[in-house]
């Protein structure tokens, strides 16, 4: 968002064309991933 000068999060959801649901499972699946990496240390 600081690259694009987008001030909210759903301007930028809006312009990198991703649905709020889209953008959630993205994280999901990310902070999933890193728990793993971590065994569990998170």
Request: aromatic share 8%; glycine share 4%.
């Amino acid at each position: 968002m600081a690259i694009t000068g987008h001030k909210t999060e759903s301007q930028f959801l809006k312009y990198i064309k991703i649905t709020p649901r889209e953008h959630s499972e993205t994280l999901r699946k990310l902070w999933e991933k890193e728990k793993i990496k971590t065994n569990g240390r998170i």
